[in-house]
């Protein structure tokens, strides 16, 4: 006999993205997670019982973005300036569960369009070499591999990226 089969779509919750305070006790707890996830895959880069990062004040023309999901911080990044017409993705993250859900893609067309509304046209970042699948996305959002700048100069390990707004 023929049954009907029931098709169960996962539903997932509305995202919501706003600017937070960097020094916030969310953007601090996933900037830990974060720091714990580059320390497991560059172990080489990290002295044992080195400092954790900390966050900066938020100067003029930045900004500093949480997304959440049902009351939980799942992704965070930030705009910082680098001078007039350009600015720097920075603390961009995503947990691992959220991970595939689209909260990176968010974050990052968020924070380009933060940017171009605070004026600048050029947008550039940092990555590591061994996180592919934010190199994937960044690729994947009109990003373009530049040489490296500022501290990254001479980093084998890290990846830089361009971008300019329209």
Known sequence: PMTDAVVMEAVIAPLIIEPVDPMDLQALTLLAKA????????????????????????????????????????????????????????????????????????????????????????LLLETGTRQKPAAALYRAGGWRRIPPYGNFVGDPTSVCFGKTLR
């Not at 966050?55 to 799942?74: D, F, M």
């Not at 920075?90 to 689209?102: H, K, N, Y």
């Open 35 to 122: 720091a714990r996830e580059a320390r497991s895959l560059y172990p080489e880069l990290f002295a044992p019982g080195s400092p954790a990062p900390t966050n900066t004040p938020l100067g003029e023309r930045e900004v500093y973005l949480l997304a959440w999901r049902e009351g939980v911080a799942v992704g965070c990044g930030a705009l910082r300036r680098l001078d007039g017409q350009r600015g720097e993705l920075r603390r961009m993250f995503v947990t691992p569960l959220a991970r595939r859900e689209g909260v990176g893609r968010s974050l990052l067309a968020r924070l380009e369009a933060d940017a171009l509304a605070l004026g600048y046209r050029r």
